[in-house]
């Protein structure tokens, strides 16, 4: 499996998997997250290799779709480099870097 | 109409706009943003009024559950309220202050 797709739908699930189905969530996360095969994800579920294959594809299609639409990834992205940017200039104001710290966690609640 | 509703109504629409159908999207942004009528929208759609209503109680519902699911209005009013704690603490610092303000406008794109 290709490592930057992996890292791209691990991301989205991060930010979309309450968007997604039980069946959809449980897939992508076997899949992307546990490094099952498509063939363990089947057994496992009783159904046949194809459908595991089609529901991941269209679940990859809909994490995409969603971040064209909220772009909550790009945004967290943007937003870390700005706080990255505040961190570099002002590395010795503790309770600045506190408060810059807590914008970014409001993210990863 | 209520004030606080319709406020909640229009916030949640500002984030979760790009989910909804462009149906949904029109009668939700005649009757809370444009403050159109029920009997006016009908009209304007040559639907009935109880269609355009029932549409309007679902959309509500499924805004609420997007926020429910995401949190980008709540998210967006605590990230507000640290840069606000920032531009109190740091009025003076012109530098910073803008790289506060880029930090909120992500959210506003």
Excluded: W
């Excluded at 529901?55 to 990859?60: D, G, M, P, S, V």
């Excluded at 299609?61 to 200039?89: A, F, P």
């Amino acid at each position: 499996m290709e490592i930057e797709k992996t890292n791209r739908i691990n991301a989205l699930f991060e930010f979309y998997s309450t968007l997604l189905t039980e069946k959809q969530m449980n897939y992508i996360e076997l899949y992307y997250s546990d490094d099952y095969s498509l063939a363990e994800i089947a057994e496992e579920f009783d159904v046949s290799r194809q459908a595991v294959y089609d529901n991941i594809k269209r679940t990859e299609k809909l994490l995409e779709s969603y971040e064209q639409k909220l772009h909550l990834y790009s945004n967290y992205i943007v937003r870390g480099q700005y706080c990255d940017d505040i961190r570099t200039k002002y590395p010795n104001d503790a309770a600045l870097i506190e408060l810059i710290d807590q914008i970014q966690a409001i993210d990863e609640e």
